[in-house]
């Protein structure tokens, strides 16, 4: 039988991929669960902004362990928690941070090449050497490359898949289980990313990216959708408020 771990990375499948619905906390989780979820992932700006801090590691770990904790009380799906940068300045603190996340229950946490607020990406074998410190406590490993962000799909260049490929290879030889390139918003990269990479292939889906049948086609293993449920939530509670509110 195998374990929570490997029963969340077996979900990574190109072709026929997960689809995280990203959660805040256990309320989120129950409701998101409830709509047939085969796992429950949160995503880092919801559940800072939902604790009353900003995305970039200000949420304490303590705190995003406690909601970690909370999450799992309501479920039996696999958990994922968003670790950003692994919440530690060497390798060694990340794998502390993570080994926590780990021993507390989560099956999967995703970790960035990009240390908070800064604009630029980690050095390939620094990055790594963080992936694997991540990877050697056994959790499933969803390493992130931030080469798209701020990038509009008119100035993608094939030097730019490389260097996501690079990136896919060193992730992978550290232990990774996944890959999740955000910000992608053209299928032949895509396509392209899914065909070369060692690792399967996570995306952020975002209005006008494709619809899952159609970045399934492309070889995507796994669909997040970030902050776009926290952002859809806070905009439907303001209207309501709004609305109540103009009755005078």
């Given amino acids: 039988m195998m374990d929570r771990i490997d029963a969340f990375t077996a979900l990574h499948v190109p ?8 959660i805040w906390d256990a309320g ?12 429950i992932a949160t995503g880092s700006w919801g559940v800072a902004e939902a604790n009353g801090f900003s995305d970039g590691e ?12 909370r999450i799992l009380s309501v479920t039996d799906l696999p958990v994922s928690i968003d670790m950003e940068a692994g919440y530690g300045d060497t390798p060694a603190a990340v794998g502390t941070s993570v080994g926590k996340a780990h021993d507390a229950g989560a099956s999967g946490i995703n970790m960035e090449d990009r240390m908070p607020g800064e604009p630029g990406l980690l050095p390939v074998a620094q990055a790594a050497e963080r992936v694997a410190a991540a990877a050697a406590t056994g959790i499933h490993v969803n390493a992130r490359t931030d080469v798209y962000l701020r990038r509009d799909p008119k100035d993608y260049t094939p030097a730019l898949v490389e260097d996501v490929l690079t990136r896919a290879a060193a992730f992978a030889e550290a232990g990774a289980r996944s890959l999740f390139v955000p ?12 065909e070369a990479s060692p690792l399967p292939v996570n995306v952020l889906w975002a209005p006008g990216r494709g619809t899952t049948a159609e970045l399934a086609a492309l070889g995507v293993a796994r669909i997040s959708y970030g902050h776009g449920p926290w952002a859809a939530a806070m905009d439907w509670l303001t209207a309501q ?7 005078g």
């Fill in 183 to 194: 910000f992608l918003g053209d299928h032949a990269t895509i396509r392209a990313i899914c």
């Fill in 58 to 69: 200000t949420l304490p770990l303590e705190i995003a362990l406690e909601n970690l904790t």
């Fill in 241 to 247: 408020a709004e609305a109540v509110y103009r009755q």
């Fill in 15 to 22: 072709g026929d991929p997960l689809v995280l619905y990203n």
């Fill in 28 to 39: 989120s989780a129950r409701a998101v669960a409830a709509a047939g979820a085969k796992a």
